[in-house]
């Protein structure tokens, strides 16, 4: 099993900056990918961006490639997406994930098997 708890969300004006955390704990060692993922009211869960937890490497969704940066720090055990340049748009429930499964689009959703609990981002003008 695997938890997953994420904190630093909040309200912010556009074009500011917040930093999310993801503290996470359990049998980490199997997992492949982490990410970030949103769900907007109203929208579907999408993905934001996803590290590869063995080498590092990153993906982002296109709309927030150049403004969003995902970083995990391994001997804190933590995962954080930093987001800079923050857009209306960007306002939705924020999720953390993990996934052991080795196949498939790494930013769907649905091939995550371990979820945090959510937390707010609010962007306004």
């Known amino acids: 099993q695997v938890q997953l708890v994420e904190s630093g969300g909040g309200s912010v004006q556009t074009g500011g900056s917040l930093r999310l955390s993801c503290a996470v704990s359990?049998?980490?060692?199997?997992?492949?990918?982490m990410g970030w993922f949103r769900q907007a009211s109203g929208k579907k869960r999408e993905g934001v961006a996803v590290?590869?937890?063995?080498?590092?490497?990153?993906h982002y969704a296109d709309s927030v490639k150049g403004r969003f940066t995902i970083s995990q720090d391994n001997a804190k055990n933590t995962l954080y997406l930093q987001m800079n340049s923050l857009r209306s748009e960007d306002t939705a429930m924020y999720y953390c994930a993990a996934r052991s499964l080795r196949l498939g689009w790494v930013l769907n959703p649905d091939l995550y098997n371990y979820w945090g609990q959510g937390i707010q981002v609010t962007v306004s003008s």
């Open positions: 359990g049998y980490t060692s199997s997992m492949y990918t």
């Open positions: 590290i590869y937890t063995g080498d590092g490497s990153a």
